[in-house]
């Protein structure tokens, strides 16, 4: 099996840790822009080759090793529709972060404010959620390892900023304890 991907890709992070989770031997190949636009037909990362089997979606990709080391997928639907929010989250804030690099800017594009305020409310969102979440230490869903994927990745990458968030913090912080979470940290790589 290998995984191909960034070392500091939210999706491709928790790939590596549903992986690691699993124990599945597999081989990760750090991938740039360029090489992942010319072997993924989605052009982007995470991609995965399976024997004949590729799959070039994170969703995709986490099913797949569910299924393989015979783990349950989501606890319920209230986890899948965080997934979801954390992922709209995720897209919104990344296209900000590419198109920010090529001064496409909230200040001077109305889609890209969108994004931006779209961003803000999914985390008082995700605030609200989490806050009221009970929260098994080390025995975390696929929605909340999602949240912390993102959470890290947008504090590593200074795109927002979680200090109002009380809940976001709180959550980060004891995540970050995780031994698979700490492992794959974007700062490792």
């Not at 590596?16 to 090489?35: H, K």
């Not at 319920?76 to 496409?104: K, M, P, Q, R």
């Not at 961003?119 to 969102?125: E, G, H, N």
Request: proline residues 3%; hydrophobic residues 40%.
């Amino acid at each position: 099996m290998i995984l191909y991907g960034s070392y500091t890709s939210p999706f491709v992070r928790h790939c590596r840790i549903a992986l690691l989770s699993a124990n599945i031997d597999f081989e990760f190949v750090d991938t740039d822009y360029a090489s992942s636009a010319e072997k993924s037909p989605a052009k982007k990362v995470p991609f995965l080759q399976d024997g004949d089997l590729t799959l070039t979606d994170s969703s995709s990709i986490l099913l797949h090793i569910k299924q393989k080391s015979g783990q349950a997928g989501f606890v319920d639907v209230a986890d899948f529709d965080l997934y979801a929010l954390v992922n709209t989250a995720l897209d919104s804030e990344i296209n900000l972060f590419i198109l920010g690099n090529s001064n496409i800017t909230p200040e001077n594009n109305d889609y890209m404010q969108r994004q931006r305020d779209r961003v803000s409310d999914c985390l008082k969102q995700l605030n609200t959620i989490i806050s009221s979440t009970t929260i098994s230490e080390h025995n975390y869903s696929d929605g909340q390892i999602r949240l912390a994927c993102l959470l890290s990745w947008g504090v590593f990458r200074q795109r927002f900023s979680i200090d109002k968030h009380t809940g976001l913090s709180d959550f980060l912080a004891k995540i970050n304890t995780w031994k698979l979470f700490e492992a794959t940290s974007p700062d490792k790589a």
